[in-house]
C-alpha cells in the first residue's frame, strides 16, 4: 500500500520535475552546441518542444489534484451557501463529461496517429509519442477530479481516512 500512496501523492510532481530537467538540459546542449561547434543538434528543438507539451498536460493534472485551476469566482463568492454547492456541483459535472470526451477523443487522435506511422523529423521519434501527452493529460485530470469528488463526498476526508495511508 506504501507504493500506492507514493505514487497518489508523488506521481506528478516527479514526472514533471525528470520532464524539466530532461528539458533544460537538451536546451542548454543545444545552446553550447551553437556557441562552441557552431552547429546546431537537429533534434534539440523537437525534443524539447514536445517534454513542454507532456509538460503542459501533466501540470494540468497536478494542478487538478491540487486545486489550482484558475477560478472566476466573482459571483460564486455572492451566492447564498445552496447556491454556491449548486455551482459546484454543476460545474464539476460539466468539467468530468468534458475530460471524459477529450480522453476518448484524444486517445482516438493518438491511435490514428500511430496507426498512420509518422515519425518526426527532426529525432525520429514516433509522433504518437507527444500526441499522448493529450489522452495522458485529460485521463489523469479526469481521476485526479474524480478523486477530488471522493474526498469532499467523504466529508472532505483525505488519504489517510479512505484507506491510502
Request: hydrophobic letters at 50%; charged letters at 15%; aromatic letters at 10%.
Amino acid at each position: 500500500m506504501n507504493v500506492l500512496k507514493f505514487l497518489n501523492e508523488r506521481l506528478e510532481e516527479i514526472f514533471l520535475v525528470v520532464l524539466m530537467v530532461a528539458a533544460v538540459v537538451i536546451v542548454a546542449i543545444q545552446i553550447v552546441s551553437r556557441k562552441i561547434t557552431e552547429t546546431p543538434v537537429p533534434w534539440s528543438e523537437e525534443i524539447a518542444r514536445y517534454l513542454f507539451l507532456w509538460l503542459t498536460w501533466v501540470g494540468a493534472a497536478f494542478a487538478t489534484k491540487e486545486h489550482r485551476h484558475v477560478n472566476i469566482d466573482v459571483v460564486y463568492n455572492r451566492l447564498s451557501q445552496l447556491g454556491k454547492r449548486t455551482c459546484t456541483i454543476i460545474s464539476t459535472l460539466v468539467w468530468i463529461v468534458f475530460l471524459a470526451m477529450m480522453t476518448y477523443l484524444s486517445l482516438k487522435l493518438t491511435m490514428s496517429v500511430a496507426s498512420g506511422g509518422q515519425v518526426a523529423v527532426g529525432s525520429g521519434l514516433p509522433m504518437w509519442v507527444p500526441y499522448a501527452s493529450i489522452p495522458t493529460g485529460m485521463a489523469l485530470m479526469l481521476f485526479r477530479l474524480l478523486q477530488n469528488c471522493w474526498y469532499d463526498l467523504r466529508g472532505g476526508k483525505g488519504e489517510k481516512e479512505v484507506g491510502l495511508e
